[in-house]
């Protein structure tokens, strides 16, 4: 699982868990090991002011991922 180092953090950004249709349940995603998780996934639709998320990747109804913060040293 590859993520990113930055000021003894480390991270892994748009680990998707799960994918819906529209209206669907969702249906929980095999996890891919070999994937690089350095970039973050997709927000959610939002009306209105959207200048606060960081919706790096843009928005999609595909945004069922997560992001994963933790220190570097793992003590």
Partial sequence: MTGTTNHAVRSWLGIPYAAAERFRRPVLLPF???????????????????????????????????????????G
């Fill in 32 to 74: 891919d090991p070999d994937r690089p998780y350095d970039q973050k996934g997709p927000a959610p639709l939002q009306a209105g002011d959207t200048s606060w998320l960081e919706a790096d990747n843009g928005f999609s109804e595909d945004c069922l991922n997560l992001n994963v913060w933790a220190p570097e040293d793992t």
